[in-house]
């Protein structure tokens, strides 16, 4: 079995200032984002309804807010909101740690929303646009989490040859799953894959969308089974991770929004 390199989270220091690997990936992410999504926006379905790069530029914008945002308030109050009922002033403290996907999700939601509505463009055309975009950045964020030994995965077989001993565990000492590197394989590089090859034809306005909410749903509960839940929640009801539960949904949700956009797309014109 290996043992996790105890990589120093801080990347540079610069005189008082201090830059995480964790902030570098997020930067990738957004990177990654606006090279996909400026590829997306010249496909000739999308550029002839009038996308631009600086549409692109723009949806980045409400997309990180909402990130940001919705992540911390996600992990706040999805994961331990009695503690920051009682503490509200320390929700800000991002610095501290705590995102959640989920909630981070709700918030790129509602950033869509904005900016749909500000611009005149529907809801769906909007998220089908950058949904493909998204997983590369998810597997970015997932390798930050390995580099800071975080957010590792269940006690694993000694002879599993890939096995992660991560000292900073409260074990300390058993073999673990790399459950961040499978998550970035999974909701990152293989989602990545089956939306970009899926959205390169035109779709009916949603599917991409619903296929990016299945797609992500499925992978995640999949994943939680190789994560150590955590220790503040442990299992929850039918054995079920927290992170399980918040991905049921939106796989039932990625389903309906599909078949509504393939069955309003059969509609007889008229």
Known sequence: ??????????????????????????LIAFGLFLWLAGRRARMPQHAAVGWTRQDVDDVLFY????????GRLGYCFFYKPDYYLHHLAEIVEVWKGGMSFHGGLLGVLLGLYLFGRRRGRSFFEVSDLIAPCVPL??????????INGELWGRPAPADLPWAVVFPQAHDGGIARH???LYQAAGEGLL???????YA????????????????YGVLRFVAE?????????????LQLSQGQWLSLPMVV??????????????????
Do not use: C
Request: avoid cysteine.
């Open 1 to 26: 079995m290996l043992v996790h390199p105890q990589f120093d989270p801080i990347a540079l220091r610069v005189g008082p200032l201090a830059i995480h690997w964790y902030g570098i990936t997020y």
């Open 191 to 197: 989602l990545f894959i089956i939306l970009w090859f």
């Open 178 to 180: 790399p459950s961040q």
């Open 137 to 146: 950045g998810i597997a970015a964020v997932r390798l930050g989490n390995f």
């Open 225 to 237: 089974y190789f994560r150590e839940p955590d220790d503040f929640l442990g299992l929850r009801a």
């Open 200 to 215: 390169r034809k035109p779709r009916a306005t949603g599917q991409i969308s619903g296929v990016f909410m299945m797609g």
């Open 63 to 70: 997309g990180v807010l909402g990130v940001v945002l919705g």
């Open 253 to 270: 949700v990625g389903a309906l929004i599909f078949a509504w956009a393939t069955k309003r797309n059969q509609r007889p014109a008229g």
